[in-house]
């Protein structure tokens, strides 16, 4: 079959690889109908990704939907699951279960199989309707979800996000869904546009009651410590380089009880969630996917983001 490998910063090839096989009882094969590009596929590409990609060659991508080969029905799956036993699950904290890795990879590709636990806990069946290419948007969304839980959003709060690419407009609707007012902090003048079609108003939100970094930059850490109301919280969303360091003033943590908080990842209610989100039609999803590619064409996207990307579809 055909897939994209990853094979260093920079450099992915569309090559001919075996088929995967499921190996394991509960392994699910899946027929890809779409992937998404994301940001985090943007960043591995550029910089590379331990966590995510492990040593290259590697498969690569991991949004997709598509076709259970042994029963025909439409799915979309997460990229992990939690183990459900170590100390992290078993106190709730899924997101932090010991045994998370490796993430699942691979979606750039013809086909892909789903291990096990994951299969099992985290692939669902998409419900009748929905687009495939919204439907895979089930993993980004879930992250999402989960960060606006952890953030403690309560309604009628102000919640600033900062940062408006995909994820910073998801936040936005999944802010107003929890009752929360957003508001969509700096970004380019295309993308506040979009800002009202997910619930949100484009400003500059001076004393937020939650601020949402989702930028993943230092940069974005700064205005979203600055934004941020005395007694209000500061949700750590965007991933940072390990090496990286950011300046937090003590003053506003002490004496004006800042909470800095970070979100990672997603648990599988987050997933469910997520996935029945997609299916309301509450917001139009639809319009993150900005652009629609083969396998061949990932590599010049993320080496040259046009201005108006999103979201790719990618169809292999
Ligand atoms: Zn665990």
New binding site residues.
């Given amino acids: 079959m055909r897939a994209l490998v990853f094979h260093g910063p920079g450099d992915v090839r569309v090559e001919d690889v075996p088929r995967p096989e499921p190996a394991e009882e509960g392994d699910v094969l899946v027929q890809i109908e779409v992937a998404l590009t994301d940001g985090t596929d943007l960043k591995a590409f550029r910089r590379g990704h331990p966590v995510l990609l492990g040593p290259p060659p590697s498969p690569f991508g991991h949004e997709f939907c598509g076709i259970d080969v042994a029963t025909g029905r439409r799915v979309v799956a997460a990229n992990s699951a939690?183990?459900?036993?170590?100390r992290?699950?078993t106190r709730g904290q899924?997101t932090l279960?010991?045994?998370?890795l490796p993430l699942l990879n691979g979606a750039y590709a013809e086909y892909l199989v789903v291990p096990e636990r994951i299969a099992r806990i985290n692939l669902l069946r998409v419900p009748p309707g929905l687009r495939p290419e919204v439907a895979a948007m089930v993993e980004s969304l879930a992250c999402c979800l989960h960060g606006v839980a952890v953030a403690g959003v309560t309604p009628g709060d102000t919640v600033a996000i900062v940062g408006l690419g995909p994820i910073g407009l998801m936040l936005c609707a999944c802010v107003a869904d929890a009752g929360g007012r957003p508001v969509a902090a700096g970004g380019r003048p295309e993308r506040r546009e979009l800002a009202p079609l997910f619930g949100a108003v484009a400003g500059e939100p001076g004393g937020a009651d939650v601020v949402i970094e989702a930028a993943g930059s230092v940069e974005a850490w700064d205005a979203a410590l600055t934004l941020v109301r005395p007694g209000g919280t500061v949700l750590a969303f965007g991933g940072l380089p390990r090496d990286a360091r950011v300046e937090v003033d003590p003053y506003r943590i002490h004496y004006e009880e800042v909470t800095l908080r970070g979100a990672f990842h997603h648990t599988p209610r987050d997933t469910r969630a997520a996935l029945g989100f997609l299916a309301s039609g509450a917001y139009p999803f639809e319009q993150l996917v900005t652009h629609r590619v083969g396998l061949e064409g990932v590599a010049a996207l993320f080496a040259d983001p046009p201005d108006d990307y999103l979201k790719a579809a990618v169809v292999p």
């Fill in positions: 939690p183990c459900g036993a170590c992290p699950c899924e279960c010991e045994s998370l």
